[in-house]
């Protein structure tokens, strides 16, 4: 078993998500960071939808009382096992009572910890992740909190693996963010879209301190509506890396905790980069770039072959 020293900001469960319910309002609920996810799983040689702790913030601690090999990956942080210092995308052995630190967030915002072993946890609508606003899924529907113990079954001792550097994501602003249209481009003047998409320092946007896994909002130029158009729309389904702009203008990202939206829906984030969204943080810069359907296709097959490399060399 472990036990929570200190959860750091927010620690919860995530696995891959629960698809399939958004007709009743049901979000996937998924790791943010689906490469580091996944990656995780790999290092500690799980099945590829095993539970995981999704973590923000400094100050994470945990302690062992099984040996177990574990690994971070996400985020880049400056961790230690019993004041030994640890690398990120690698996994290591944890012995029993020893204790695991995340001192510091060095690049990005969210990290992933996993263990080779069962969390002993019910699944609630087929997935082990935490729905916050439901409370439900996860540890007790809720974030884990300092005293939480966690048992595992299945517990073994895994070859040490590591991500060569050259696969290991940046995560340092500006964000280039490239995305395809959203069905309501045509509700803004065509000098708003031009200034959307120009990637000069002064057209930048910055991540604003509200953001949580429902969405991020960013701060900049706002949006200018044609005339004559609504800006609300009946709500409708919507996908992660949906851009939403709301009446004052200002794009709102939304992300995994949400499956329907009632606000104009000006583009959608591009596949290759919804991972990098795990990682926006108040006051980073944000540029766009629309691309056609059939290019974002091809980026994402070319960054689904790096995936395999990473795995397979």
Same mark, same amino acid.
């Given at each position: 078993m472990?036990e929570i020293?200190?959860?750091g900001?927010?620690a919860i469960?995530?696995?891959n998500g629960?698809?399939?319910?958004?007709?009743?309002?049901v979000p996937?609920?998924?790791?943010?960071?689906n490469?580091a996810?996944?990656?995780l799983?790999?290092?500690t040689?799980?099945?590829t939808?095993?539970?995981?702790m999704?973590?923000?913030?400094?100050?994470? %601690?945990?302690?062992f009382?099984?040996?177990?090999?574990?690994?971070i990956?996400?985020?880049?942080v400056? %961790?230690?096992i019993?004041?030994?210092?640890l690398k990120?995308?690698?996994?290591?052995?944890?012995?029993?009572?020893?204790?695991?630190?995340?001192k510091?967030?060095?690049?990005?915002?969210?990290y992933?910890?996993?263990f080779?072993?069962d969390m002993?946890?019910?699944k609630?609508?087929?997935s082990?992740?935490?729905?916050?606003?439901?409370?439900?899924?996860?540890?007790k529907g809720?974030?884990?909190?300092?005293g939480d113990?966690?048992?595992f079954?299945n517990?073994r001792?895994?070859?040490?693996?590591?991500?060569a550097?050259?696969?290991?994501?940046?995560?340092?602003p500006p964000h280039l963010?490239?995305?395809?249209e959203g069905?309501?481009i045509?509700?803004?003047?065509?000098?708003?879209?031009e200034?959307f998409?120009k990637?000069?320092s002064?057209?930048?946007?910055?991540v604003?301190?509200?953001?949580?896994?429902t969405g991020?909002r960013?701060?900049?130029k706002?949006?200018?509506f044609?005339?004559?158009?609504d800006?609300?729309?009946?709500?409708?389904?919507?996908?992660?890396g949906?851009?939403?702009?709301p009446?004052?203008?200002?794009?709102?990202?939304?992300?995994?905790?949400?499956?329907?939206?009632?606000?104009?829906?000006i %583009?959608?984030v591009a596949?290759i980069?919804?991972?990098?969204l795990a990682?926006?943080k108040?006051?980073?810069?944000?540029l766009?770039?629309?691309?056609?359907?059939?290019? %974002?296709?091809?980026?994402?097959?070319?960054?689904?072959?790096?995936?395999?490399m990473?795995?397979?060399?």
């Open positions: 472990i020293f200190n959860p900001w927010l469960i995530v696995d629960r698809y399939g319910y958004g007709d009743i309002g996937p609920s998924s790791a943010l960071d490469f996810y996944s990656t799983n790999y290092l040689g799980n099945h939808d095993s539970p995981v999704e973590v923000m913030g400094s100050g994470f %601690a945990i302690m009382d099984v040996d177990i090999t574990c690994a990956t996400g985020a880049k400056s %961790a230690y019993n004041d030994v210092p990120s995308w690698t996994s290591f052995k944890a012995t029993k009572g020893s204790i695991l630190r995340v510091e967030v060095t690049e990005g915002l969210r992933y910890v996993g080779s072993g002993v946890l019910e609630a609508i087929e082990f992740s935490t729905n916050l606003e439901c409370r439900f899924g996860g540890y809720r974030p884990l909190m300092k113990i966690i048992e079954n517990v001792i895994e070859e040490e693996n590591a991500v550097e050259r696969y290991i994501p940046s995560m340092n963010l490239r995305t395809t069905p309501e045509g509700h803004f003047t065509p000098n708003s879209l200034d998409l990637n000069h002064e057209n930048t946007y910055s604003s301190t509200k953001l949580n896994r991020i960013l701060e900049g706002p949006l200018l044609r005339e004559k158009v800006k609300s729309i009946i709500s409708e389904g919507i996908l992660p949906t851009i939403q702009i009446g004052d203008g200002q794009p709102i990202i939304m992300l995994y905790e949400r499956s329907v939206g009632g606000y104009a829906r %583009a959608t596949r980069d919804i991972d990098m990682h926006l108040p006051k980073d810069k944000v766009f770039q629309m691309l056609g359907i059939e290019q %974002a296709e091809t980026l994402w097959v070319k960054k689904k072959r790096k995936y395999l990473t795995y397979f060399g």
